[in-house]
């Protein structure tokens, strides 16, 4: 078996792509009205409209449903990524007005992290591991 990728629902894919696009650098493949991927080192990251689900999956998945209610905290997903250097990523994204939920942290275990929101409320963790 071989790990794939990570499908996001969003109900603005448009905004979801620019999102990742500006976090990463990357450019989204769209072979599809309502389906991008964004294929990174090691994983994918796929991006399908809620339209496409409800069309195709009889609906199995809600955009924008990974947030709790009270907008503080996740349900259980967090999209990770691992960058060379977490400071500028967060100068870049901060710069644009993307959520920040966690300002770049040293943790107690030598990575340095940053939790933003994509524009859906999905957690998104960006950090760097210890220079050895």
């Known amino acids: 078996m071989k790990f794939a990728s990570v499908r996001v629902v969003t109900r603005n894919i448009d905004g979801m792509v620019a999102f990742y696009q500006r976090l990463s650098g990357l450019e989204a493949l769209r072979p599809a009205d309502g389906f991008a991927e964004m294929r990174f080192e090691g994983a994918t990251l796929a991006m399908s409209s809620e339209q496409l689900i409800a069309r195709f999956n009889a609906g199995a998945a809600t955009a924008a449903a990974n947030q709790s209610a ?3 905290a996740n349900q259980s997903a ?20 993307t959520q920040v939920v966690m300002p770049t942290t ?7 992290s940053l939790l933003l929101r994509d524009p859906d409320g999905n ?3 960006v950090f760097s591991r210890p220079r050895v």
């Not at 040293?106 to 340095?112: A, F, I, K, Y």
């Open 70 to 72: 009270n907008q503080s």
């Open 78 to 97: 967090i999209l990770e990524f691992e960058v060379e250097d977490v400071d500028a990523v967060f100068d870049r994204m901060n710069a644009c007005g």
């Open 106 to 112: 040293l943790m107690p275990w030598g990575n340095r």
């Open 123 to 125: 957690l998104v963790n």
